[in-house]
């Protein structure tokens, strides 16, 4: 009872949506605690004062996800963006290789290897895509849940696939940081944005990469990917940074910021505790809309619902002050921290209605 009442404290504390805020599965909401922090960074970079700390703020956002992930700090790389992680990974795959992924799946995870022009990308059910990995392919790059639904894969069935083939895994944590654990140190490389369930401001995003990059070449790199950063303003780079922090991109200092308060809440309320609360409110909705004769996408243990049909319905649940989305059609409901029965209740009669 501890443990709820201080879950529920903490939250109410920092967050006081206008609305019936369902959709941060395509925004999180910022905590109160992540507010000041961008306002006393706008404040600092208006006064001219050292933006030393704001630096600060990289590293300690660094080594926040990193425990997340569960992996080594050494390991995790800033960016602004999955795309722009998943371009340094297609950029190290020879001409010819196979890169197997699951049918629609987000963008980011896909279209730097289609644009490549050379490799052979293959899709597949989401389904299947543990079973569909085979001798030759040399990637599997896949959502841990999928944005357009919140189909959860298979992950452990699929990086067993993927070792008894030769074949390295990349994994978009992007629609489930926050509220499902990640395990990163299982695939070789993972990324993920920090504006969803991270509830960060948007701009920031972290790569993982093995201990030994994994073939990757900092193709992105500049004065920040240096070993000794401010050393390496002029000129090319000439000595690397000897972690992962070679494939850093120039930060947005502003949202890193922000981010480290967001990550620090996540931290104190626990990811456990998170997907409990997340994927109890999902499943209460599940079975609202069984009562009211709809089936949503089979999608169990997810905070994402979507119900075929019902993504007309969007413009109206706005207008009323509920906040979905409208993805290829159907309905889409994320749950988070902030979200609460009643929340789903009212979901669920306005769909009545």
Known sequence: ME????????????????????N??????????????LHEAAVLRAEGRPLTPL????????????????????????????????????????????????????TSVLNPF?????????????????????????LVAVSAAQSADGRVADLPALREAAREHGARTYVDFSQSAGWLPMAADAFDFSAS?????????????????????????????????GEAPWDSCYGPVQELARSARRFDLTPALFTFAGLRRSLELIEELGVAAVHAHDVALADRFRAGLAD?????????????????GLGGRQGELSRAG?????????????????????DVDRLLAALAG
């Open 3 to 22: 443990t709820t009442q201080t879950f529920d404290r903490l939250v109410r504390a920092e967050f006081a949506p206008r609305s019936t805020y369902l």
């Open 24 to 37: 941060t599965a395509s925004n999180g909401l910022l905590p109160a605690r992540t507010v000041a922090a």
């Open 322 to 342: 509920i906040e979905v989305s409208d993805r290829a059609g159907n309905l889409r409901a994320a749950f988070h921290l902030y979200n609460t029965p009643d």
């Open 193 to 225: 944005v920090s504006f969803k369930w991270l509830l960060g401001p948007h701009g920031a995003a972290f790569l993982v990469v093995p201990e030994d990059f994994g073939g990757l070449t900092p193709v992105l790199a500049g004065w920040v990917a």
């Open 114 to 138: 289609h644009v490549r022009g050379d490799l052979k990308v293959r899709a597949v059910p989401l389904e299947r895509i543990a079973e569909s990995v085979r001798p030759g392919t040399a």
């Open 292 to 308: 009211l004769g709809h089936t949503p996408v089979p999608a169990p243990g997810s905070a994402i619902v979507s119900v075929p």
């Open 55 to 106: 630096h600060e703020d990289v590293e300690a956002c660094r080594a926040a996800y990193a425990r997340l992930a569960g992996v080594p700090v050494t390991r995790v790389a800033t960016g602004a963006s999955v795309a722009a992680h998943t371009g340094v990974i297609a950029a190290s795959l020879p001409a010819g290789a196979e890169v197997l992924t699951a049918e629609d799946d987000f």
